[in-house]
Structures are given as structure tokens and as C-alpha cells.
């Protein structure tokens, strides 16, 4: 059964770095999500990305924050300057339409210190 | 603003013993509710579709059914392995192409043997 990968699963960096997670959308969806999830909060939308731009983002995503799909599989978010409250979850998901069911990846732990 | 709450917080239940999960939305036109299970440390996972008032989907022991203000997920003789947060999220109607899920904070439900 077709998945969305997400590489790492853990990553730790040091305030002020950049850092990109990485996704893999399951191959036949054309809409890609990324999420947020704080320890202890609810699953937060950051950002939609369909037909290479951006549809909808959130007051989460702001100019420290870009995605990219760099080819045909691969779709990435980049926080240019990490502060300590980024420190979350980050699910990557995708979906077939914009009106149908999102499938999310297994997320990247991002710790920043 | 879109908005989900979810009820109760916590519920832990005896193997075998039936019980109901709530989810209460606003949200203005709601284009598809949507069901999750969500492991500690892990993604959320899609159970369940809704996208009008009355219909019900069933998947092994677990129910869900839609109202117009509510949805509802019932659990049928719970065992050990359904214990998990499980997670409500809505999508709106609206113009422009991907949508964000609003997602409620979840109902961790613990079923002990």
C-alpha cells in the first residue's frame, strides 16, 4: 500500500540554523501538505502546495518558512533560521484531490536547542 | 473561524466495553469531515470520509456517523489494540484549489485488558 515517506525522523540543530525535512507524497497525488504538531497540542496546517505554488498557508508560515518540490517525488520544507518554538512534530501529507482524504507520513522530530 | 472540539479528553475503557467519541465543528460549509488514529509518536492515520449529514461508515469495530453540528465515532467491543488519540478534523468549502484540515485536539482512548 502506497505511503508518504519522511526523512529524517529526527533531526537536532541549534538555533539559527537552517534545516530542510523532506517528503515523499504517494506517487499519484497531486496536493501536498505540510503540518505541525507541538508536544501536547493539536496537528497544526502550515501549508497546501498544488501545481508547483503555494494555495493556502497559515499565520504559522511566515517568511522563515518555503517549500519546494525539487522534482518528481520529492517535496521539501525549509525553515531558514530555526527559533526554540519550532521545536514539533512536522507531517508531511498528500492527497489525491483537493476535497479528498490527506494521508500523512510518519513525521520528523525536530528539536532545536 | 473554523473551529473543532472534541469530548472527552480522555476515556478509558474495559475490553469489550462500547462507548462514543464526540466531534463538534463550526466551520462555514463543511466540504468533508474526516476521521484519524494517531499512535504516540506517530502520524496521523485516515479511518474515515464523512461528507453529509446522515451518512455512516463502518470499518471493523469502529462507527461513524455526521450531523449537521456533530460527528461521532462509536466503538463496538474495544480491544487493547484500539487504544490510540483519535483525531477529528473538518474541511471547508471554499474557493481556490488544497484546503487545510482543522484538526480538534483528539480523544486519547485507553481499552485495558
Known amino acids: ?113 | 473561524e473554523d473551529q473543532v472540539t472534541q469530548s472527552p479528553e480522555a476515556l478509558r475503557l474495559q475490553e469489550g466495553e462500547s462507548s462514543s467519541l464526540n466531534c463538534s465543528y463550526t466551520v462555514s460549509g463543511l466540504r468533508g469531515l474526516f476521521w484519524y488514529r494517531q499512535d504516540p509518536g506517530k502520524g496521523p492515520e485516515f479511518l474515515f470520509t464523512l461528507y453529509s449529514a446522515g451518512e455512516e461508515k463502518e470499518k471493523e469495530r469502529l462507527k461513524a456517523t455526521l450531523t449537521k453540528k456533530e460527528s461521532f465515532l462509536h466503538i463496538t467491543a474495544p480491544k487493547p489494540e484500539d487504544s490510540a488519540t483519535y483525531l477529528c478534523a473538518v474541511l471547508p468549502r471554499g474557493k481556490g484549489s488544497a484546503r487545510q484540515l482543522t484538526f480538534g485536539s483528539g480523544t486519547q482512548l485507553t481499552v485495558l485488558p
Open chain 1, 1 to 113: 500500500e502506497p505511503e508518504v515517506t519522511q526523512t529524517p525522523s529526527h533531526q537536532v540543530t541549534q538555533m539559527g540554523q537552517e534545516v530542510i525535512l523532506r517528503c515523499v507524497p504517494i506517487s499519484n497525488h497531486l496536493y501536498f501538505y505540510w503540518y505541525r504538531q507541538i508536544l501536547g497540542q493539536k496537528v497544526e496546517f502550515l501549508v497546501s502546495f498544488y501545481n508547483n505554488e503555494i494555495s493556502e498557508k497559515s499565520e504559522i508560515f511566515d517568511d522563515q518558512f518555503s517549500v519546494e518540490r525539487p522534482d518528481g517525488s520529492n517535496f521539501t520544507l525549509k525553515i531558514r533560521s530555526t527559533k526554540l518554538e519550532d521545536s514539533a512534530m512536522y507531517f508531511c501529507a498528500s492527497s489525491r484531490t483537493a476535497h479528498y482524504e490527506q494521508y500523512f507520513g510518519p513525521g520528523t522530530r525536530l528539536t532545536v536547542t
